[in-house]
């Protein structure tokens, strides 16, 4: 046994790891940990404190949702480390997505609050507001009919409603818009990259007529003198589903400084 002094068993790396020896034997199937020893009348398998690193290493990748075959090139010498990277970089957004949402909650008032954003391309699974249902409504339900349809819900982007007025006729046209990781098709539009100004607001939302009444002053405040389009995004804690069956809303209302036409 004195071989195995520096040793580690499959009881010893589970314990000190937190995990179960079924998820160590798991690693071990995998690839990423290999016994130094293997005692021949019992089967025990020893590991060395290397491997105890690399279980470690792997588990916490794991915690940030990576896949095997990510991890794998994590790990491989000769593997490009860009494709591990650009992969922490969108938990990492994700990440950061929820602490914005949670402290949105935290510091939320019954105020303004304007700052400007850059908004990037996305792909939107749309349909055209048609009844005389609430507009949340609408959009929860447009939702259910993405998923139902078989649509990979784009997660690192919010559900809006994209509401685009005409001055002419006095009259808006408002569709319900849900990122997707879809190619462009009938029902799915391409929303270009955009710079717009952005106003948060969390309320009681039974008058809307005083709702847009401000948001058009904020507008005009800052330099923009008609709305050709705006997007509400309803910015309620979805992990939880806080929020989203009462009339209280936080509420995100983005105004491009330029409209980017959808193809729609």
């Known amino acids: 046994m004195n071989n195995k002094k520096n040793k580690f068993s499959t009881f010893q790396i589970a314990k000190a790891c937190g995990i179960s020896r079924s998820t160590i034997l798991r690693l071990e199937e995998e690839g990423f940990i290999t016994p130094s020893d293997i005692e021949d009348s019992t089967g025990k398998r020893f590991y060395s404190f290397n491997d105890v690193a690399r279980v470690i290493q ?147 939302i039974t008058n809307q007529a005083d709702i847009f009444n401000q948001i058009n002053a904020k507008v005009k405040k800052h330099g923009l003198k008609n709305i050709t389009e705006l997007r509400i995004h309803i910015v309620y804690d979805e992990f939880t589903s806080k929020n989203i069956n009462n009339n209280t809303k936080l509420l995100q209302f983005i105004i491009p400084e330029k409209i980017k036409k959808s193809n729609h």
């Open 58 to 204: 792997v588990m916490t990748l794991r915690n940030f949702g990576l896949e095997k075959d990510i991890i794998h090139s994590f790990f491989d010498k000769d593997e490009d480390y860009q494709i591990c990277l650009d992969v922490l970089q969108e938990r990492l957004d994700n990440l950061t997505r929820i602490i914005r949402v949670v402290k949105n909650w935290q510091n939320a008032n019954e105020d303004f609050n304007v700052s400007k954003k850059k908004i990037g391309a996305m792909r939107c699974f749309i349909k055209k507001y048609e009844t005389d249902e609430h507009l949340f409504d609408f959009l929860i339900k447009t939702f259910t009919e993405t998923i139902k349809t078989g649509y990979e819900i784009n997660i690192t982007k919010i559900p809006f409603i994209q509401i685009i007025p005409d001055s002419e006729k006095k009259e808006f046209e408002i569709y319900a818009c849900i990122p997707v990781l879809e190619e462009i098709c009938v029902n799915v539009a391409q929303f270009q990259p955009c710079r717009a100004l952005a106003i948060q607001w969390r309320g009681n």
